[in-house]
Structures are given as structure tokens and as C-alpha cells.
């Protein structure tokens, strides 16, 4: 009887020490819910940010970080890499780094030759928590086919187009008895409303350096679809191609009609202050530009947007260029969803209305329905939009051609080229 009751008081120690023992980790299983927002019992996670600390963006989510630990009790170790994170990011994560979400530009992010192969497949978790109804559709539309799943959160959309300034377009007589502007969608109409403008005694189309690409980009692309303008700038074929010619000689049209400064292209930001000052009208540039252009000059204007025109080609006059910032998970994280509880805690609902307020920017959550005063403009035009284009509609997808296509593109602003010696010079490079 000893013998058997001193079995059972060690099976009961045992036992208990197993009982014990189970309680010593830190994190609950995996996929196991630990708080009311799904993360696992993570104490924390580290964040690689794309902002420095005194920007905007890095402002409200240093806040967001703080509200996320209070709700969760998840501290989030923020380190603010700036726009270094693009060259220094793939060592970090090749080296083991502890970093649980990581964000960047949200097509380097979904690149399969860049951040791709280092995030963790969202799919599943973005499902659980129906992302799609309520995220902007172009833009995880756009993730997947690049990457070929959800690997990565966009967050401050941008979009792109015609800004322009509504005391201009009023003063230019192209408002309609309501006051609402009277805005081009064919190419046509487009110089129709630039010889109003410069009547007004308007520039009216600022051209700086830095968006001589993005501007002939805009052209070619709605002539020939984005693809067709990859292969060209690969292949070359420049004076073979009519698109290509009838695109370069709508600049030198813009150029010599005087719808261009007699400085264009102007040195970054000089062109599009031009706005601000009062003696230019309209820029081809992404939601960023009023934000910018008042706070370079001090404006106080009341700010239109129109889609890129209609050029009668490929491509119709929704297809524009969108982009984001997005925030991925490591795929090495140990806490994936608690990395993505955060990620999600930003990108939409309160802290994405605050984001988009305190930067000027879109709302990524679409059911965010408040926009920014300076842009709220833009709300009919990004509504309407279909597809989206990379930055410089393909005319990146040649490194080799870059700076002189650049080089190129600035003389035919200048006026010191024409379209015929711009292919002709182009097909010279291959």
C-alpha cells in the first residue's frame, strides 16, 4: 500500500511540474487569440519604418503605436530608417534581423525581385478580418499581380492626374454657372483649356525636371497601354514607332503654342511654385503636389484635379498612376499576427482617417469617408479610376537608357529638339 501511494505522489508532482513548465512562454500558440484584436501574447514587436521621426506620417503612428499597446498590451520598438530602409532592408532581413513588419514604397514592396520573397503571405489573415470590402480595391489588386499573393498592407494612397488651382480656371472663364470648373477628358480639350488659360495670362502648365519622364510617360502609355511602352523602352524601335513620335510632338506642341514657361523644364520644385505664385496653372503630378506647393509658397488656393486626357488611344482617362506605401510582415516573424494586428491598426479605421488628415492623403479605408480639405477634389476623379499604371508608365524598365531618355526628354521641354531627332536619337542608344 506504501508502495502504491508513493507511485501516485509522484505521478501527481509530475504532473504538476508539467503544469507549471507549460506556463513559462511569452507567446500563446500559433493562431491562437490572446487579445480582443486576434494577436497572439506577443510583449512585443519591432517595426523598420520607411519615415524619419519628425515627419507627419511618423508622428501619427508613433501615436497609433502608443494606442495599439494600451488595447493590446503589445509594445511596438519603432526604429525610423527613413528612405534608406531601400537599400539597407534585404541584408537586415537576410541576416536574421528581428523585424516583424517592414514598410516601403508598396511596389518595391510586392516586387518579387525585391521585398517580395521576405514577407509573409497576408491571404488568410486579411480574409479573417474582410480587407477587401472595405480596402481600395486598385491597390491589392495591384499587390497581388505583382507579388502573386497579398504580401504586403497599402496604406496613404496617391493618385495622380492635372492638378490645378480653381482661381486660375475661374479667372480663365472655365467654370460653369454653378462654379464648379469645366475640365478636359480628351487631348483636344485639353489645349482648348490651355489657350483659355494662357489668355488669362497664365503659364499654363508647369514642367519641372524631376516629372519630364512622368509627363511623356502619361503621353505614350495612353497611346500604347504601359506593356507596349516596357517593350519599347527595352527593344527600342523608337522611330518605327508613330505612338512614340506623336507623344514627343505633343511637347514640342505644348512647347511652342506657350503653354510651357520659356524655362521649362524648371529645376525641382521651381515649376510647380509657379502654381503657387499665382502666374501657372496646372501640373501633371500625384495627390502630394498641393500639400507641397503650399508649403513651399505659402498659397492659399482652392485645388482642381481632372484624370490624365483621353489621347484616342490604348488606354482611357481612368487608368492613372496610384501608388502607396505598404507594410508587410516578416515571414521570419514569430509573431505574425500580432504583426499584422498592427499593421491593420494603422491602415485603416481611426488611425488611417488620422493619417489621411494630418498628411493630406487618401484614406486607404474606403468606409474613411472625411478627405482632406486640400485634396477633397480629387475624390470624383480617383473614384472614377480603373487601373493602375507604375510610376513613369514602364519608361523605368530600361536602366541602361535612363539618363540619357531623361537628357533627351529635356531638350524636347526646351524646345531645342524636335520629335523626329528625339526617336531618332533614342533608337541611337541600342
Known sequence: MKKILAIVLVLAMALSLAACGGNTGSSAPAGDSSTAGGSTAAESITYWSTWTSEEPQAKVIAEAAAAFEENTGIHVNIEWKGRDIATILAAALDGGEDIDVFDDDFQRMSSPTQFAPYCYDLEEMAAAVGYDDFAVAALPTAVRRWSGSLTCIPYQP??????????????????????????????????????????????????????????????????????????LVKEGGWAANEAAKQAAQAIVDLKENGYLSSTSPDAYPAGENEIGFGTASMVINASWVPSEITSNTDCNETWGFFNFPDMGGTDPATVANIGAQAMAVNKNSANPQAAFDFIMFITSG?????????????????????????????????????????????????ADIKESLTAYLAQLFEGTMTAQEFVDSMDALY
Open 158 to 231: 496617391y493618385t495622380s492626374g492635372v492638378f490645378f488651382t480653381m482661381s486660375s480656371f475661374e479667372k480663365a472663364g472655365l467654370v460653369d454657372e454653378n462654379g464648379n470648373a469645366i475640365v478636359p477628358t480628351t487631348w483636344d480639350e485639353f489645349l482648348t483649356t490651355c489657350q483659355a488659360l494662357k489668355g488669362a495670362g497664365y503659364t499654363a502648365l508647369a514642367q519641372d525636371d524631376a516629372y519630364t519622364m512622368y509627363t511623356y510617360g502619361f503621353l505614350l502609355a495612353r497611346l500604347i497601354g504601359q506593356e507596349a511602352v516596357s517593350t
Open 350 to 398: 481611426e488611425w488611417d482617417q488620422t493619417m489621411a488628415l494630418e498628411t493630406s492623403s487618401i484614406p486607404a479605408d474606403t468606409r474613411n469617408t472625411e478627405w482632406p480639405e486640400m485634396i477633397a477634389g480629387v475624390r470624383d476623379g480617383f473614384n472614377a479610376q480603373t487601373d493602375v499604371y507604375d510610376w513613369n508608365m514602364g519608361l523605368n524598365d530600361n
